[in-house]
C-alpha cells in the first residue's frame, strides 16, 4: 500500500489517498463504499496512524480491492501533493551516519549518534519550491530514507522496533552551511522555512523491502550526485529508533530522517551549491522520486 496526502482543488485542504491502478483514490471515498466512517476525513498518515492498528489493517483490506472501475482516480499528473505527514509532532534527524558522507565533509567520525531536529514549518510537499533565504548563499541538498512512526514507542529494543514503523518515505534535509558551520547549534542551518521537502507518497511498512535492499540516488538538474545503498549506515533503522525512544516518546506521525551518503554539494572540489532554478531529484526504491526546484533569493 501507497499514501498520499493530495490538496483538494486548489486549497489547501489535503485528504489521504491510496495509489490504485497507477493514480490516486481518496480514503474518503473507500470509507464510504464500504460503510467505514472510522476512516473517514483523514487528512494524512499521521491521521491514520492516530486512529490505531485496526484502522490500518482496514485500510490495506480496502486498498487491495480498490480498481480504477469502481473509484474515482487522480491521475498523478493532476495531483497536488502535501507532505504525507502535515504536522509532526517531532522530526529528528540523524547526522553524519555514513562513513563516505563522514569523510567528504573532512568530520570526524562520531563517538556517539548525532541527532538534530527540524520543525513542522520545514516541510513542502513534493512539487513545492524550496525558497533560497537570503541570510545564505551556500544551498545544499541532502537525500535520505525517513521513517515515520506508527505507534507510540518508548525504550523500545532494536530487536522489536520494525514494529513500530507506519512507512517510508523520502526526504531531503536541506542545509545552509555558512549558517551550519559558523553557528554553535544547527538550527538556522537545518531548519528553515522549506528545509525539508518530503514525499511524494509513503510506503506503508507491511509492503516494504528490506531497508537494506533500498537504494537512493539525487539528481540535481538531472546530474546523479549521490547512489547508495542504504545498507551503508552506520546505525541502523531498528538501533536509531532503539536509541531515540529510550528517552523520547515517539508519536504516530513522527518522522526521523536517518542521514545522508556521499554527493553533497559540500563534498564536492569546488563545492557547487545550489542556485535559483535548480531542480533537486530524490529515489528511493519503492517510494518514488520526489521532485523540487530552489526558488529565488527570499
Avoid at 483538494?8 to 485528504?15: C, H, I, P, Q
Avoid at 547549534?185 to 531497508?211: E, H, M, N, S, Y
Avoid at 529510550?246 to 563534498?267: F, N
Avoid at 572540489?269 to 526504491?285: C, H, W
Wanted: aromatic share 6%.
Amino acid at each position: 500500500m501507497r499514501l498520499a496526502a493530495l490538496y483538494r482543488g486548489e486549497t489547501r485542504d489535503a485528504r489521504l489517498h491510496v495509489a490504485v491502478d497507477g493514480g490516486f483514490v481518496a480514503v474518503d471515498e473507500l470509507a464510504a463504499a464500504a460503510r467505514r466512517p472510522d476512516l473517514a476525513g483523514l487528512r494524512d498518515v499521521g491521521d491514520l496512524y492516530a486512529r490505531g492498528a485496526d484502522a490500518v489493517a482496514e485500510l490495506r483490506t480496502l486498498a487491495a480491492s480498490a480498481t480504477a472501475a469502481t473509484t474515482t482516480v487522480v491521475a498523478p499528473a493532476d495531483a497536488r501533493y502535501a507532505p504525507p505527514v502535515l504536522h509532526p509532532g517531532k522530526i529528528i534527524c540523524v547526522g553524519l551516519n555514513y562513513a563516505d558522507h563522514i569523510a567528504e565533509s573532512r568530520a570526524e567520525p562520531p563517538e556517539r549518534i548525532v541527532l538534530f531536529a527540524k520543525f513542522p514549518s520545514c516541510l513542502i510537499g513534493h512539487g513545492d519550491l524550496i525558497r533560497y533565504p537570503a541570510i545564505t548563499s551556500q544551498l545544499d541538498y541532502e537525500g535520505e530514507l525517513a521513517v515515520v512512526i506508527g505507534r507510540p514507542a518508548s525504550h523500545v529494543p532494536a530487536s522489536e522496533a520494525l514494529d513500530y514503523i507506519g512507512g517510508y518515505t523520502v526526504i531531503n534535509d536541506v542545509s545552509a552551511r555558512d549558517l551550519q558551520f559558523s553557528e554553535p547549534q544547527w538550527i538556522r542551518g537545518k531548519a528553515l522555512d522549506t528545509f525539508a521537502p518530503l514525499g511524494p507518497v509513503l510506503l506503508d511498512a507491511a509492503a516494504a523491502p528490506p531497508v537494506a535492499e533500498m537504494r537512493l540516488r539525487t539528481l540535481v538538474n538531472g546530474d546523479v550526485r549521490q547512489d547508495a545503498s542504504c545498507a551503508q549506515m552506520i546505525t541502523g533503522v531498528p538501533e536509531l529508533i532503539a536509541y531515540i525512544s529510550a528517552g523520547i516518546t515517539l508519536e504516530p506521525g513522527d518522522i526521523i530522517a536517518t542521514g545522508t551518503p556521499s554527493g553533497v554539494a559540500l563534498g564536492m572540489n569546488p563545492p557547487a551549491y545550489l542556485e535559483p532554478g535548480d531542480k533537486v531529484s530524490i529515489e528511493i526504491t519503492g517510494i518514488g522520486e520526489l521532485v523540487n526546484t530552489v526558488a529565488g533569493p527570499q
